[in-house]
């Protein structure tokens, strides 16, 4: 009869364990994470993670982590559930990511992953210049907090003119800090501000704004080195070529000239206030704008410019044919000399043929109006740097700018002959590059 009731003893047995199981005071409980508030976070504010535990019980405790690298670690204080089991806990994360509770008392498990976002803060930018100057360009400095921000990253520095897009610049951060050198290309208001891309524990961020008012002035013989050299810079940005120094001297005088005749303006030596505006928002445009190295030659604004891309390289003050002589149409270096006699007596420095005797050269006496006998005059202090710059062979294009009459400005206007400087001259001895046309 034992026999007959062992499987039925078993049977009870097992019933009974399965029915304490089941009970409500030894269940599994596993926390949740139901809210976190806010889910992003400034680097240094906090966050509200709340939840529950599946066995409402007043006094469980529950533990916050938080996932940095292949590690968990507890953050925040420890959390007690009231007595429907809810659970709240505040703390401050360094690091954006992954976040997990964990139940310590009452109860054990853990709960599915929840996530925080970080943005980093990028404190007020400090400018290095006081008063920065046109075309000069100033440095900016951000500081990043956390100071830990992923060091040697790249960020990337968006620039403003007056409220409008300028471009961008890219640097790394080092060590918390970014430092960035901004180009003050004119005057006007120039704004910057740091953007930080999304990276490892952190969201993407955009602030630090800075913004700089620049105002020019007049600049003339006497002026300051500093507004010297800002005129230099200036000049440069537009491919006016100017010379080495520290202050204001002859040869920026000239670059001035140069300049004045580009944009249509008088005359004259001295930089003028209002100028900068037109230098900071005009370019100079070539007539023709195919890729090739050639040189221009404008009759009526009296300037010669080398070209390259469709963009002035190199823009020089010259003058030409005080009669008009100087040909207009398409030519081309063909010989160059060092030193080249002419028919009136005088040495023709770095010349350079184009057609027939007419040449491009240097001479110690450029006025701003066409004054040669039918050649280009250059500055000499230019002539080197043209010279070496213009190979044989480079296409040379005269005309007589927008608008110009059958006299340009400052020219003879009449039926007046000149003869230019080079006819008659047995040029073969002074030939160093290049050969005359057979």
């Known amino acids: 009869m034992q026999l007959h009731h062992r499987p039925t003893r078993l049977l009870l047995v097992a019933a009974i364990a399965g029915s304490l199981l089941a009970m409500p005071g030894s269940a599994a409980a596993t926390p949740t994470i139901a809210r976190i508030a806010p889910a992003k ?14 066995v409402a019980a007043a006094g469980s405790t529950v533990a916050l982590e938080e996932q940095v690298g292949t590690e968990w670690k507890r953050v925040g204080t420890v959390a007690r559930t009231d007595a429907e089991g809810a659970w709240r806990t505040v703390f401050a994360p360094r690091l954006g990511g992954a976040l997990r509770a964990v139940q310590l008392t009452g109860g054990a498990g853990t709960s599915v992953e929840g996530t ?3 943005v980093p803060k990028v404190l007020a930018p400090r400018v290095s210049d006081r008063t920065p100057m046109p075309f000069t360009g100033t440095t900016a400095t951000w500081r990043i907090a956390p100071s830990t921000w992923p060091n040697g990253e790249k960020v990337l520095v ?29 005057v006007g208001r120039f704004g910057a501000r740091l953007v930080l891309p999304q990276v490892p524990g952190y969201a993407k961020a955009a602030a630090g704004a800075t913004a ?18 800002s005129l230099r810079a200036g000049l440069a940005y537009r491919a006016i070529f100017v010379g080495h120094g520290r202050s204001f001297d002859s040869r920026l005088g000239e670059s001035v000239i140069a300049f004045h005749k580009a944009y249509g303006l008088p005359r004259t030596t001295v930089f003028e206030a ?4 037109r230098l900071t928002r005009s370019r100079i445009l070539a007539r023709d704008t195919s890729d090739a190295l050639h040189i221009e030659i404008d009759k009526r604004r009296q300037i010669l410019m080398q070209v390259q891309h469709g963009k002035p390289i190199m823009v020089v003050h010259v003058s030409t044919g005080v009669t008009g002589n100087t040909p207009v149409g398409q030519h081309k270096i063909q010989w160059k000399g060092l030193y080249v006699p002419s028919l009136y007596g005088s040495l023709l420095y770095r010349s350079m043929a184009f057609q027939g005797a007419f040449a491009i050269h240097g001479y110690p006496s450029v006025p701003t109006t066409a004054a040669s006998h039918g050649c280009v005059r250059v500055p000499m202090w230019i002539a080197d740097t043209l010279y070496r710059r213009t190979p044989v062979g480079t296409p040379v294009l005269v005309y007589e700018g927008p608008g110009t009459t059958g006299a340009s400005l400052g020219q003879r206007a009449g039926t007046a002959v000149d003869v230019p400087e080079l006819t008659g001259v047995d040029v073969a001895p002074y030939i160093t590059e290049g050969s005359l046309p057979a």
């Open 212 to 229: 700089v008012s620049i105002a020019g002035q007049r600049v003339g013989p006497g002026a300051s080195a500093a507004w010297a050299r």
């Open 116 to 118: 925080v976002s970080v």
């Open 41 to 54: 976070v400034a680097f240094g504010g906090k966050v509200e993670v709340r939840g529950t535990v599946d």
């Open 158 to 186: 968006e620039l403003t003119i007056d409220g409008r897009a300028s471009g961008t610049i890219t640097t790394r951060a080092k060590h918390g800090v970014v430092t960035a050198k901004l180009p003050t290309n004119g």
């Open 274 to 277: 209002s100028d900068w505006k």
